[in-house]
């Protein structure tokens, strides 16, 4: 297993790649994204077993569906710097003719995209599609899903989440990205998402908590949960994490959901991220 | 050919040719999952989960997480079939199928029965009548619409090994079987009478009401050329084409709003390539209600005394 320090530095190229993919296109979403880094990189460079040569059925390894499409730039990332697509095509990012589109697709033949994710609530149901499918095949491999907070308040979430429960589908970890921040204020303003850990226990999922912005911590956790799977319940890990963690004047709202920085912004941005494995 | 050859072999309905065709898959197919959104029996999915029960899914009342699951199965390389009611088959859906099956290539079949007023006494929540115009807007869907239950089993064995997401839509009514005798390709249509007259188009149910109006048609001397139109998109445009060169005037006739269907498929290819007068056969904006299926495809303009008048209509415009 990597080293967290490791982790840690190429998270903070991730960041970089972040704030200059959606300054370079001056649109996408950079808040999530960034407050996701740590996650996505403890999923793609320690975590998970999978293979950057890419097929799209995923048997015989770890699958991974991004629910929060928005959240696309971190996405990217964290595939182009693990070897699915050359780094350098980061710098066409919502741009005419990329296959690096605003929201993931499978539809330019991105390596690493298994399905459109956007529109919010269906990535859970995929994810379980695809665990069932491995629990036929008798594949032992695990499938991970990402969503949102405010995505909860989708009900195609507690469709899935019912059905995984009832199905006893124990191959898969759903994870939760808990900043607690959605496009129009805070969840808690909008839509209150109430017990969250309790709402998930009473589904019938094993529910665990970790800060998304602590590498060890989450490190650490999704071994647990990783240890969990065959107990005959779906798990879910909610991670706390911050909205535009690790660049400052991006934390402590959600007005950088889905803004990008001015060319003074990015640089103050990029001050704060050191440059780690080599910008694009 | 001519109406008069048809082998009509009782009445079956055209679940029941889904049902059948699936339980067939089920054998022959291990790639082939079912799921259902607690309508087995409807949908006649029955069979099939007792032969197969490794490989059926009863995914309860939660019709859009149904369609992510068989995106995700698709993923994973099995051929997915979602079984339920047309209306909750698509528009209760549209957004889940747009992103997750359409968009992502996902190799999913979408069988909906109960299509159109011919589920009778349900009523309109049901009816649906928009369903092939919804579908045949994605790109990349194939939209299917057979006529009777051996078409429907045709279909559903066909579908299985075409690459791709598809819709299939079939329905509640028992009715005459009578293409048994028939070969079934996707994307071709089927000449059931040559004329010269006039060419009349069907799909679904309203393939019997034509069979019925031609028969009316030829005993007063009118000579139709008869064409079954299962494969909405890819629309068959060489038959039809074809036909109307000889015939020059057409009519067109399905159970669905006239907005969005086969008509209009139609109509946008004669409009392109050889513009000809046209006469619909189908629901003009507006939704059903209860009754039976005969009382209801009269009243709503669907009967075979409806398709008679249409082609009388569109002769008057050659």
């Given at each position: 297993m990597r080293e967290i320090a490791e982790l840690n530095k190429i998270a903070s190229q991730v960041r970089r790649d972040i704030v200059r993919m959606v300054f370079d296109a001056q649109s996408g979403h950079p808040g999530g994204s960034l407050g996701c880094a740590d996650f996505m990189t403890a999923l793609y460079f320690s975590v998970m077993n999978h293979d950057p040569k890419f097929n799209m059925n995923g048997q015989n390894e770890d699958v991974f569906f991004?629910?929060?499409?928005?959240i696309s730039p971190v996405f990217y990332s964290v595939l182009a710097r693990s070897g699915y697509f050359p780094v350098a095509e980061l710098a066409t990012f919502r741009k005419l003719n990329t296959r690096l589109q605003g929201h993931p697709t499978t539809h330019e033949g991105l390596p690493g995209i298994r399905v459109a994710s956007g529109s919010l609530g269906q990535g859970i149901s995929v994810a379980c599609g695809v665990a069932l499918a491995k629990k036929m095949d008798e594949d032992q491999s695990l499938v991970y899903a990402l969503t949102g907070d405010g995505e909860?308040?989708?009900?195609?979430?507690w469709e899935a989440a019912m059905f995984a429960a009832h199905n006893k589908i124990d191959n898969l970890i759903v994870t939760v990205d808990w900043n607690g921040q959605q496009?129009?204020?805070?969840?808690?303003?909008?839509?209150?998402l109430g017990d969250l850990p309790g709402k998930w226990r009473t589904f019938g999922w094993e529910v665990l908590e970790t800060s998304g912005n602590n590498m060890a911590d989450l490190i650490n956790t999704l071994q647990k949960a990783k240890e969990l799977k065959g107990n005959g319940k779906p798990i879910v890990v909610l991670m706390k994490t911050e909205m535009g963690y690790g660049v400052d004047f991006m934390m402590g709202s959600h007005a950088w959901h889905g803004?990008?920085?001015n060319a003074e912004q990015l640089s103050n941005a990029l001050a704060q991220l050191p440059e780690t494995l080599g910008d694009y | 050919m001519s109406v008069n050859n048809l082998i009509v072999?009782?009445?079956?309905?055209?679940?029941?040719?889904f049902g059948d065709g699936l339980t067939e898959l089920g054998r022959n197919n291990s790639k082939v999952i079912a799921l259902c959104a607690d309508l087995l029996g409807?949908?006649?999915?029955?069979?099939?989960?007792?032969?197969n029960p490794e490989r059926f899914v009863q995914v309860g009342i939660a019709e859009a997480n149904m369609m992510g699951i068989a995106a995700g199965m698709a993923t994973a390389g099995k051929i997915p079939f979602t079984g339920t009611f047309a209306n909750f088959s698509t528009g209760r859906v549209y957004d889940q199928i747009r992103q997750s099956i359409a968009y992502s290539h996902k190799n999913v079949k979408i069988c909906a029965s109960h299509a159109g007023v011919t589920l009778g006494e349900d009523g309109a929540t049901h009816q649906i009548l928009e369903d092939i115009g919804m579908m045949k807007m994605l790109p990349g869907m194939t939209v299917i619409n057979p006529c009777d239950y051996a078409q429907t089993k045709a279909a559903t064995i066909a579908i299985a090994n075409h690459l791709g997401p598809v819709y299939l839509r079939f329905g509640r009514p028992s009715w005459p079987v009578f293409t048994e005798n028939l070969p079934f390709e996707i994307g071709k249509g089927i000449l059931l009478q040559n004329g010269t007259d006039v060419t009349i188009v069907a799909t679904?149910?309203?393939v019997w009401k034509a069979v019925e109006a031609v028969k009316i048609l030829e005993a007063e001397g009118i000579s139709c050329e008869l064409i079954n139109i299962h494969t909405i998109k890819p629309l068959d445009e060489e038959i039809i084409l074809n036909s109307v060169t000889k015939t020059k005037c057409i009519v067109s006739a399905e159970e669905h709003q006239r907005h969005g269907g086969l008509g209009d498929s139609i109509a946008q290819l004669l409009a392109r390539k050889l513009p000809t007068p046209q006469e619909y056969v189908a629901v003009n904006d507006s939704f059903?209600?209860?009754?039976?299926p005969d009382q209801l495809l009269e009243k709503y303009g669907m009967g075979t005394n409806d398709v008679v008048e249409a082609v009388k209509n569109v002769l008057k415009r050659k």
């Open positions: 991004l629910s929060n499409g928005h909860l308040q989708e009900g195609q979430i496009i129009d204020g805070s969840n808690n303003q909008v839509c209150s803004i990008a920085p | 072999n009782g009445k079956k309905a055209t679940r029941d040719g409807s949908l006649k999915m029955d069979n099939f989960k007792k032969e679904g149910h309203l059903g209600e209860s009754g039976t």
